[in-house]
């Protein structure tokens, strides 16, 4: 099973208390349900998927409001390899529609949800298990997200989750809006909040070891850089000492040139930090890395000058 399946889960078996399980029922049949009329009455249509979260819906619905709730399950098409479970809830359906406010657009959370910590992380829940999906931690890229056909509840889940400083955004797509999290941290921390205890301890440790596998090949890409640029311009400085060598007698250049070039030719692959500490063994006199770096630029200006001089001629 994916991460996501393995989350929710974990979430569909924790234990709630009837205000937390009312906040947890409310936010699945506002993303996956839909109150229809018909010449019965009112009644709540919700369709998933997925047989546990049906049965989810299905337990909490007898047990708050002790009715029945009939199921239809559709062979979907061969593609999509999973039957649609339509749950048809149609006694008391008004009770449960105004107490849970789903035909509330003006307050797409009913206010009653947002009053107590624990059923704003319990309507998360229900969110996350209605329509909500996650990346695993092994992937390239984090993110968590949530699908709605409503702007307004889109926008709603967005702040409840801002309530936490998750940092939720909300995005427009063409079959609906999508509240989603793109930072590592928040989405742990969004973990944490609906109460999948297990799944934080995994996404942890997987993002740890991604983190630091990362953090491994950063270094060594430095590492790389670096003796790739300490190689280039060993090279280059060899080219200009040759140049030199070639063109000028070195009895009449100054000490401290002739001393530079004596220490690259003999460690042709060095650095300046490399070259500065070998210098007392080779020189007798210690000489520093901003010293030879300026006495190398002296040596790239004199061959640059004696190329120019050899093509002016």
Do not use: W
């Amino acid at each position: 099973m994916s991460f996501a399946s393995d989350t929710k889960s974990e979430l569909l078996n924790i234990k709630s208390d009837n205000c937390c399980l009312l906040a947890e029922l409310a936010a699945l049949l506002a993303i996956n349900g839909q109150v229809t009329i018909s010449k019965e009455g009112l009644k709540i249509e919700f369709q998933t998927t997925n047989l546990k979260i049906a049965r989810k819906v299905i337990t909490s619905i007898k047990k708050l409001y002790h009715v029945d709730v009939d199921i239809v399950s559709k062979k979907q098409m061969k593609l999509t390899k999973h039957d649609q479970y339509i749950l048809i809830i149609q006694h008391k359906a008004n009770t449960i529609i105004n107490e849970l406010g789903l035909l509330n657009q003006d307050e797409p959370i009913e206010p009653n949800f947002l009053m107590k910590e624990c059923d704003q992380k319990a309507y998360l829940r229900g969110a996350f298990l209605a329509s909500g999906s996650i990346n695993s931690p092994a992937s390239s890229s984090y993110h968590l997200e949530i699908f709605t056909h409503q702007e307004s509840l889109a926008n709603a889940l967005k702040d409840l989750m801002n309530k936490f400083y998750l940092n939720a955004k909300m995005v427009a797509r063409r079959t609906g809006y999508i509240t989603y999290i793109k930072e590592s941290e928040k989405i742990s921390d969004f973990i944490r909040v609906v109460g999948a205890n297990v799944a934080l301890f995994t996404y942890e440790d997987e993002r740890i070891k991604r983190d630091f596998v990362n953090s491994i090949t950063r270094v060594m890409n430095m590492d790389i850089a670096n003796q790739n640029k300490t190689l280039e311009a060993a090279d280059r400085q060899l080219r200009n000492i040759s140049i030199i060598e070639n063109m000028v007698d070195l009895a009449r250049l100054p000490k401290s040139v002739t001393e530079a070039m004596t220490l690259r030719k003999e460690f042709p692959e060095a650095s300046l930090k490399e070259l500065s500490e070998v210098s007392i063994d080779v020189l007798n006199k210690s000489v520093s890395k901003s010293a030879l770096n300026h006495r190398f630029r002296n040596i790239q200006e004199l061959a640059d000058d004696l190329l120019e001089s050899v093509k002016d001629e």
